[in-house]
């Protein structure tokens, strides 16, 4: 256990993610400009917010806000090699849906959390509210042009933060919702790419609109354990270890910090 510096805390845990396993991880907390995105992996996956996408109160210090109601609020982020994994992918984010955000109703039915554009031709993370195959609608999906989709199996009310995080591996599709395992199924193939942008709180052609809060959005080149995933629920902090390597450490790094807790 060590103390670093700006009050960051090094904890011994078995949910450590490496730097190498980071695509890119967005916390909403800071930007030189209002409408900055920053990617806080050090990958440079830099976003912009738009048409009025704003930084408000989220799960931890600040967190995307959406409103669905006026003009197609999203982060977009540019295409890169990087967000076109093909063999294994994990998307992880805490949300939270507004008072009159869930309805089969356009242009907020099937809102996305995180899709690689264009819609179903690549990966996504959404609030499944209209497909027939889900008894559980709405409830929260990971879906892959290739290998398939999962629904979890909780059904998600508005006013109430979720922790979701969708994982491939290359042979199971899994979806966890606060931190258990919700649901799985055998998949298999390549995730298909495209040399579209990648979108937070909406469909890049407008609608699939998210109408509340995103906080706390990680994509990753491989498939998280469960320990992983639980630890991803506290937030993301950076620190550096031994030989001056980047990495992420998770376990409570955020909320200890904002709490003022040290050990």
């Not at 700006?6 to 400009?33: P, V």
């Not at 063999?87 to 955000?101: M, R, T």
């Not at 039915?109 to 609608?137: E, H, R």
């Not at 899994?174 to 998949?187: A, T």
Request: contains cysteine.
């Amino acid at each position: 256990m060590c103390l670093l510096s700006f009050a960051f805390i090094c904890l011994d845990s078995d949910a450590e993610i490496k730097d190498k396993d980071i695509i890119a991880q967005y916390t909403f907390d800071e930007g030189t400009k209002a409408s900055d995105a920053i990617d806080i992996s050090g990958n440079g996956h830099n976003g912009k917010f738009l048409k009025g996408a704003s930084r408000k109160p989220g799960k931890f210090d600040m967190g995307a806000h959406f409103d669905a109601d006026k003009a197609t609020q999203a982060i977009w982020i540019d295409d890169h090699p990087d967000l076109n994994v093909t063999k294994k992918l994990s998307i992880v984010a805490w949300v939270k849906w507004n008072k009159g955000g869930i309805k089969h109703v356009a242009p907020i039915w099937w809102p996305m959390i995180v899709m690689k554009a264009s819609v179903n031709q690549a990966y996504l993370l959404f609030l499944d509210t209209g497909d027939g195959v889900n008894p559980n609608k709405p409830s929260i999906a990971f879906r892959m042009k290739g290998p398939g989709t999962v629904y979890s199996q909780e059904t998600v009310k508005e006013e109430i933060w979720y922790h979701a995080a969708g994982t491939y591996d290359g042979k199971a599709i899994k979806i966890y919702i606060n931190g258990k395992l919700s649901n799985e199924k055998p998949g298999g193939g390549a995730i298909a790419v495209t040399n579209d942008v990648l979108v937070i709180g909406a469909a890049k052609r407008g609608d699939l609109r998210f109408h509340g809060i995103i906080d706390e959005v990680g994509i990753y080149n491989r498939a998280l354990t469960p320990d992983e995933v639980k630890g991803t629920m506290e937030g993301f902090a950076q620190s550096v270890d031994s030989k001056g390597k980047v990495a992420v450490v998770w376990g409570m790094l955020k909320s200890q910090v904002q709490n003022k807790l040290v050990y």
